[in-house]
């Protein structure tokens, strides 16, 4: 059984940084490095919007809004993609999921970030 768990969000101070880790199972190691993994977001109210992706290839692309502030990793060998979020703002606040392209419609219980003003 494929599964995504994601971990790492908390409460935060604005200016503050974070680590978002998203761990797979049942995913088999070709599957899992042949197909980029995505990050997304849904605050309250608002629709879910993609965050950050990395390629296969390790290619990256981000959100503007996130742009030069958060960086997208993984590691094929612990099935694990990672969000490192620095400079945190007020408006990063949402539950943040992560999303493997070979299972689109296969999603975590994601994780709340907070960030205070």
């Known amino acids: 059984q494929v599964r995504l768990v994601e971990s790492g969000g908390t409460l935060v101070e604005a200016g503050g940084s974070l680590r978002l880790s998203c761990k797979t199972s049942?995913?088999?190691?070709?599957?899992?490095?042949?197909?980029?993994m995505d990050w997304y977001r849904q605050a309250p109210g608002k629709q879910r919007e993609l965050v950050a992706t990395?390629?296969?290839?390790?290619?990256?692309n981000y959100a503007d809004s996130v742009k030069g502030r958060f960086t997208i990793s993984r590691d094929n060998v612990r099935r694990t993609v990672y969000l490192q979020m620095n400079g945190l703002k007020p408006e990063d606040t949402a539950h943040y999921y992560c999303?493997?392209?070979?299972?689109?419609?296969?999603w975590g219980q994601g994780t709340q970030v907070t960030v205070s003003s």
């Open positions: 999303n493997h392209r070979y299972y689109r419609d296969l």
């Open positions: 990395i390629e296969s290839n390790r290619d990256t």
């Open positions: 049942g995913i088999i190691l070709s599957v899992f490095t042949g197909h980029a």
